[in-house]
């Protein structure tokens, strides 16, 4: 049987690029500071690198699904300049409120549903005990936590709503991807699983 791999789950936009909203556009796609940087300490680690995003702009009738195609090459080109390559892309087309009917539904892949995580980790053989998902919203640690995995914040204006619960506490919160992967780093080098406990409050966080 082959090994069980350790992994980081990504959040797309605002974690691994800049957030514009619903763009599909190659031309408008540019890393979110320390992404090139961070991602390239992970893989040196051994980490699986994993997107899940989701695309709720396909089921609000925006761009067409396969239009994502574009956009994860051109990640892939920019992340190729420090060395790194994604292991796999998954998107959530679907939206309950959208306008394309067969998008249109309640699933089990949108965040904070964990269905992507668990799909990836099945699919790349995954220990999610030892992986993490860093994200820039609180649906992303509660999916995080859903599926079994720890969960890093970035801490970069993006969650405004803060709506808390066990879940949605992550282990560390950081202010880009570079000191998220800092974080995660030290913990792996520590070689110890400690318990999930909340952590104060991020800058602007509600208590």
């Known amino acids: ?13 605002g974690t691994l690029i800049e957030d514009v909203p619903y763009n599909v556009d190659p031309d408008r796609i540019k890393l979110a500071p320390g992404a090139g940087e961070g991602l390239a300490r992970l893989r040196d680690l051994g980490f699986r690198l994993i997107v899940v995003s989701n695309q709720s702009g396909v089921a609000r009738g925006l761009f ?92 970069n204006g993006n969650e405004t709503e803060w709506e808390r619960s066990p879940l949605r506490w992550p282990e560390v919160v950081a202010a880009d991807m570079a000191e998220a992967a800092r974080l995660i780093t030290a913990d792996h080098d520590s070689n110890s699983r400690r318990p999930f406990e909340p952590i104060a409050p991020p800058t602007g966080g509600k208590p």
């Open 1 to 13: 049987m082959n090994p069980r791999q350790i992994a980081v789950f990504l959040d797309k936009d």
């Open 64 to 155: 067409d699904e396969e239009a994502l195609g574009d956009v994860w090459d051109r990640v892939n080109e920019l992340l190729g300049e420090f060395g790194v390559a994604l292991d796999g892309f998954y998107h959530c087309p679907h939206h309950p409120e959208g306008v394309v009917s067969r998008y249109a539904v309640v699933c089990d892949c949108r965040k904070p549903a964990p269905g992507m995580i668990l799909r990836a980790a099945r699919e790349h053989n995954v220990d999610l005990s030892r992986s993490w998902f860093i994200g820039d919203i609180l649906n992303d640690v509660e999916a995080a936590h859903r599926a079994g995995c720890r969960a890093a914040l970035i801490d």
